[in-house]
């Protein structure tokens, strides 16, 4: 693997930026106690872009852990918001689809460039339910291990929410606790150990 993400255990960061609807959108990691998959990809329309789109489009509907943990989806490219309403009313997207024309969200989530510095890089992060970033996947050609990382990380934080917590330790009862040993068994055994 590579070196880990500088956010990866820090408080993710607000961003707000303009949906492809032209409103803005807030995302403030942690505020609704669910997790967030927020992915930065190169461009709206190009064709592994709009596979990875689609991919979390179906995930949200068809992958159990997406449902049970209410994750909350969140795409982020450099596109002007009409290419981005475009994008996502050709795809049929469910999900934020958020306009960074200035970089904003990229410097704050330390997204730089991939393809030797050729393209914005495809970044995905997940981030828990407290707003704790988890890990992220740094992979600009391999759009199709974005949504898989995320399931497998659903799975991880799901896990954890249905341990119990950890349990006080209790005292034996006192059926349980040993009675202390009678004077003349103390003595035969350390006569014996001596002998």
Not at 56 to 68: N, P, Q
Request: glycine share 8%; net charge neutral.
């Amino acid at each position: 693997m590579g070196r880990q993400h500088a956010l990866v255990g820090k408080e993710a960061p607000e961003i707000s930026l303009p949906n492809y609807d032209g409103q803005t959108f807030t995302m403030n990691p942690g505020s609704e106690g669910v997790p967030v998959a927020l992915f930065f990809y190169p461009k709206s329309g190009t064709y592994g872009c709009t596979k990875e789109a689609c991919e979390f489009r179906d995930a949200l509907v068809g992958k159990e852990t997406f449902k049970t943990t209410k994750a909350q989806v969140v795409g982020v490219s450099s596109d002007p918001v009409e290419k981005q309403k475009e994008f996502v009313e050709k795809q049929k997207l469910t999900y934020p689809v958020l306009s960074d024309s200035k970089g904003e969200a990229r410097k704050a989530y330390k997204v730089g460039k991939g393809l030797l510095g050729l393209a914005d890089a495809r970044v995905t992060f997940i981030i828990d339910s407290k707003g704790i970033v988890r890990d992220a996947l740094d992979a600009t050609l391999n759009y199709g291990a974005h949504v898989k990382f995320v399931n497998k990380w659903l799975e991880k934080l799901e896990a954890e929410t249905k341990q119990p917590a950890a349990e006080a330790p209790t005292l034996p009862a006192e059926s349980e606790v040993a009675a202390p040993a009678p004077k003349d068994e103390l003595a035969a055994a350390a006569a014996a150990v001596q002998a």
